[in-house]
């Protein structure tokens, strides 16, 4: 039967698959073609010349893979000990040295599509799959150690620690495994609103507790090694008459600084939490699905509709917004060095300054977007596009 379904003007395109797909299972259609039509294309802000302050020099670049071959996966570079790990969809996991790019090994899970990681902790480099599977790798060889299957199909990155991994499922389900075997420890479960963004944040493993951000808009915390719930808050109220103007997804990466955890959701509020016992320092009305970054001052964010706010990391109150690079699709924001970078749905690094928002630098890593935050490496960054490829960079 026909179907027509309304969105919000500023959800970007890519992030309407699951919404489309959920839709479309629920009503029955098997097309949407003609969906939108050319009005409703919101078009990017042409980006300003201006004059760069600081240079920027590219250290190295190498490519593994096709990325996340035009899907939308948040596939986000891992830093350990002077080691750059990175996965793409197609089923190849790999390690390069961080000062050089030079790579130490690569391993080809074969027939195996990778949605989620890398993780790394306790000598593993875990990943997840499409078929619902957490793949441990050896950290030192790349070699697989062991698989485990889950309930459904797993975007977020394993995480481990202390001898537990944190995994998560797209059916609402958060699962302890034992390190050494992947055999199950714990099980945490939850219901799911009827449409969800595509994407589950990562869990945020903070001394002997777990957090996580779900799409129902609340953050948890839970204890890492029982999976018994601590505390849980409404970060993010759903309103609206439809299923659509509900979503309040935090579907970003938490933020943790001190005792405080930040985190943003889609059609909702940033909000800094208490670690201790889940109370709220403060709040601001503001929709991001990309995320934020928190430096020592400020925190960092990337607005749905491609403005970037800084905030007082105390207050919540403004310190400065931008709208230079609105409906460019941003992906998550890094500080580094006084500044805020954040990179664009055409490939370029945008460098801002901390203080006023004003540019400091621009580069472009490729004509693939950038989904995932820049990685800050002390005086440098690595970067990576949805294409595959992983760069260094120093702003001089």
Not at 24 to 32: K, Y
Not at 91 to 118: C, M, N, Y
Request: net charge negative; hydrophobic share 40%; with cysteine.
């Amino acid at each position: 039967m026909p179907f027509m379904l309304n969105y919000p003007a500023t959800l970007p395109v890519r992030r309407t698959l699951i919404v489309l797909a959920a839709a479309l299972m629920l009503s029955g259609c098997s097309s949407i073609k003609n969906l939108f039509s050319d009005k409703d294309e919101v078009k990017p802000t042409p980006l300003e010349d201006f004059t760069p302050v600081m240079a920027v020099d590219r250290q190295w670049s190498t490519s593994l893979g096709s990325g996340t071959d035009k899907h939308y996966l948040t596939l986000h570079p891992v830093v350990v000990d002077g080691v750059v790990y990175v996965a793409e969809r197609g089923g190849k996991v790999g390690a390069f040295e961080q000062d050089t790019g030079r790579k130490l090994w690569s391993h080809d899970l074969k027939k195996t599509t990778i949605t989620g990681g890398p993780g790394v902790g306790d000598g593993l480099v875990l990943v997840g799959t499409k078929n619902g599977e957490v793949v441990a790798l050896d950290a030192a060889s790349g070699n697989e150690n062991w698989r485990t299957q889950l309930s459904s199909e797993v975007l977020a990155a394993p995480q481990a620690a202390q001898g537990v991994i944190v995994a998560r499922s797209i059916d609402g389900r958060v699962i302890g495994l034992d390190v050494r075997s992947g055999s199950r420890l714990w099980i945490y479960d939850r219901d799911i609103p009827v449409l969800t963004l595509r994407g589950n944040g990562n869990p945020a493993i903070v001394r002997d507790r777990v957090l996580l951000g779900f799409d129902s808009g609340r953050l948890i915390a839970l204890e890492l090694q029982s999976g018994r719930e601590v505390w849980s808050v409404e970060v993010a109220v759903a309103t609206g008459r439809t299923d659509l103007q509900r979503m309040v997804d935090l579907d970003s990466e938490l933020m943790v600084a001190g005792d405080t955890v930040y985190v943003a959701s889609y059609q909702g509020q940033v909000a800094a939490i208490s670690i201790t016992d889940g109370s709220i320092e403060w709040t601001r009305d503001m929709s991001s699905y990309a995320g934020l970054a928190v430096d020592s001052r400020r925190v960092y964010v990337a607005a749905t509709d491609g403005g970037v706010w800084a905030l007082d990391r105390l207050t919540g109150a403004s310190v400065w917004r931008t709208e230079a690079l609105l409906n460019r699709e941003l992906g998550a924001p890094a500080a580094i060095g006084g500044n805020v970078v954040v990179g664009d749905m055409e490939g370029y690094l945008h460098w801002l300054n901390g203080a006023d928002g004003s540019f400091v630098a621009r580069e472009r890593l490729g004509k693939d977007p950038i989904f995932t935050a820049p990685i800050p490496l002390g005086d440098h960054l690595v970067a990576f596009t949805s294409g595959g490829r992983l760069a260094s960079f120093r702003l001089n």
